[in-house]
């Protein structure tokens, strides 16, 4: 994990909930009790944000004593026991809504994740997030496509090139785009990759003989289609499946041989795994 951006996270979200005090826990508990608490799944799934919780504990405080059981990635069933912690009662208090929020969340991205990529054990294809992520979550929710064995696409606009269609527009054609693309590229001295979004194979044949690109994403091609133009690109460069793939079509998708299937639906719309923090 980047220790930086959880920490600016960490924080962020402790101002959110906090104001100017837990007055429940305030009027209610003495400022120096002690507890325990449990992490309880309830709902079959896999594990994700273990190591986070650590890091929230820590941040609020040092002092909580935590006993893991189980780690991220982990298969779990109803009833298992993620971990423990214990220590300042108003601490636990303090950090529970927060771990539950982003291991539930966290876990249902892992979860639906590792489901599709089981599916796809039998072909070469990977499945890829999206940036169509939780603004100021992107890195946790990314984070959970990999614990549950997917893999991250760009993580933002800065560490690839992806023209898309609304580039290509803007740009004149996809000629124009992917010439100045690699322009800017040699003028700016950055080695980025570059990816092509094509929406027919019209734009494919145009982005073939333009070449000097990495990957050739094809945009809303039915498996039929995508076929054909996987193998009229003929190995020559990656290839995505893009737009609105959804989980009971992945199988299809994958038999056409292409490289990569992205999936927005693994962050934009997944449903949390159900588990609680309970004091014993």
Known sequence: MD????????????????????HTSLSTIPADALGRAKLIIKEDGI??????AEEIFNHIDPSLQMDIFLKDGA?????????????NTHAILLAERLVLNCMQRMSGIATKTNRIVKVLEPYHTQVLDTRKTTPGLRYLEKLAVKIGGGVNHRIGLYDMILIKDNHVDYAGGIANAIKAANSY????????E????????????????????NRIMLDNFKPEALKKAIERIDGRYKTEASGGI?????????????DYISMGALTHSVKSLDMSLKAF
């Open 75 to 87: 298969e779990v069933k109803y009833g298992d026991i993620a971990f423990t912690v214990k220590g």
């Open 3 to 22: 220790k930086q951006i959880i920490e600016h996270f960490i924080k962020n979200a402790i101002a959110e909930d906090l104001g100017d005090g837990d």
């Open 194 to 213: 570059i990816e092509i979004e094509v929406r027919n194979f019209e734009e494919l044949e145009e982005a073939l003989a333009t070449g000097s690109v």
């Open 185 to 192: 590229l040699k003028e700016k001295n950055k080695q980025l």
């Open 246 to 258: 959804v989980e009971s079509e992945i199988s299809e998708y994958a038999a056409t041989g292409v």
């Open 47 to 52: 594990l994700a944000g273990v190591a986070l």
